[in-house]
């Protein structure tokens, strides 16, 4: 079996205190939620056993660039990510790298009164120019906005000029797993503690604390990510509040 329980797995409508088991039975197949997936509950039984024989973690990938790579790589995974292509290592500027000067950067958004509709039109401005850049360089990087919500993507995809409307894709994390662009926007969209929880997706793996919707939306990008939302809100999460705190700021004034 090959698979990776630090990012997300099957979508389950039920919610998670539904879907909780207890009882020693369960305990020893270490099954505490339905909703777990086969893959996950066999690595934790493996763990559990003590047995190290059974698992080997594959540490070479080929997708992200070592600068995009490296929060996950230390937060997610211990540290034991490593780049395999030699492109993954260099030092190039990128066509837009007086804009966005890092290739993890995050960009604090504070909007009290409409937070969502702030994050929507610097998103999509920050797409346009970034594909304009891009073009203007004759590479055509390719370029995905995540945020949580349809309603968000769908008010973001409006916002385009149409003719990009086709080129940039907008979607949210479920549905870009297993899928990958140069550039990746990831907007939170959220404006309080209660939306927070929406899109917050924690697990605990060997002691270590994973969101895996953060997880995924960070390794989708190859090139660049940018992470867009509301410190205020963010730094309720520990694996976000770790982000602000790892990743470079850039500040509004600089993407417009």
Same mark, same amino acid.
Not at 58 to 85: C, N
Not at 109 to 127: G, I, R, W
Not at 153 to 164: F, Q
């Given at each position: 079996?090959?698979?990776?329980?630090?990012?997300?797995?099957?979508?389950?409508?039920?919610?998670?205190?539904?879907?909780?088991?207890?009882?020693?039975?369960?305990?020893?197949?270490?099954?505490?939620?339905?909703?777990?997936?086969?893959?996950?509950?066999?690595?934790?039984?493996?763990?559990?056993?003590?047995?190290?024989?059974?698992?080997?973690?594959?540490?070479?990938?080929?997708?992200?660039?070592?600068?995009?790579?490296?929060?996950?790589?230390?937060?997610?995974?211990?540290?034991?990510?490593?780049?395999?292509?030699?492109?993954?290592?260099?030092?190039?500027?990128?066509?837009? /790298?007086?804009?966005?000067?890092?290739?993890?950067?995050? %960009?604090?958004?504070?909007?009290? =009164?409409?937070? *969502?509709? @702030?994050? #929507?039109?610097?998103?999509?401005?920050?797409?346009?120019?970034?594909?304009?850049?891009?073009?203007?360089?004759?590479?055509?990087?390719?370029?995905?906005?995540?945020?949580?919500?349809?309603?968000?993507?769908?008010?973001?995809?409006?916002?385009?000029?149409?003719?990009?409307?086709?080129?940039?894709?907008?979607?949210?994390?479920?549905?870009?797993?297993?899928?990958?662009?140069?550039?990746?926007?990831?907007?939170?969209?959220?404006?309080?503690?209660?939306?927070?929880? /929406?899109?917050?997706?924690?697990?605990?793996?060997?002691? %270590?604390?994973?969101?895996?919707? =953060?997880?995924? *939306?960070? @390794?989708? #990008?190859?090139?660049?990510?940018?992470?867009?939302?509301?410190?205020?809100?963010?730094?309720?999460?520990?694996?976000?509040?770790?982000?602000?705190?790892?990743?470079?700021?850039?500040?509004?004034?600089?993407?417009?």
């Amino acid at each position: 079996l090959m698979g990776d329980h630090c990012q997300l797995p099957a979508v389950v409508t039920q919610k998670p205190e539904s879907l909780i088991v207890r009882g020693e039975a369960f305990e020893q197949i270490s099954m505490s939620s339905l909703g777990m997936s086969a893959f996950e509950r066999l690595i934790r039984c493996a763990e559990q056993r003590g047995d190290q024989s059974s698992t080997a973690m594959l540490t070479m990938q080929g997708r992200m660039h070592k600068d995009v790579m490296a929060f996950v790589s230390e937060t997610f995974y211990g540290g034991l990510l490593k780049p395999i292509a030699d492109w993954q290592r260099m030092d190039e500027p990128l066509p837009w /790298s007086k804009i966005l000067p890092h290739r993890a950067v995050f %960009v604090p958004l504070e909007s009290p =009164l409409d937070q *969502a509709n @702030t994050e #929507a039109h610097v998103l999509a401005q920050l797409a346009v120019t970034l594909h304009d850049l891009s073009h203007r360089s004759q590479q055509d990087f390719s370029i995905g906005i995540i945020t949580p919500f349809r309603v968000q993507n769908n008010a973001i995809s409006g916002l385009l000029p149409e003719h990009l409307r086709a080129v940039i894709t907008v979607d949210t994390v479920e549905r870009f797993q297993g899928s990958e662009r140069d550039v990746i926007l990831y907007g939170t969209c959220v404006g309080s503690p209660i939306e927070l929880e /929406s899109i917050v997706s924690e697990t605990e793996v060997r002691g %270590v604390l994973i969101d895996r919707k =953060l997880n995924v *939306a960070m @390794t989708r #990008a190859r090139q660049q990510f940018v992470l867009l939302g509301s410190p205020s809100v963010l730094n309720r999460s520990k694996a976000y509040t770790k982000a602000l705190f790892l990743l470079p700021s850039l500040y509004l004034q600089q993407t417009t």
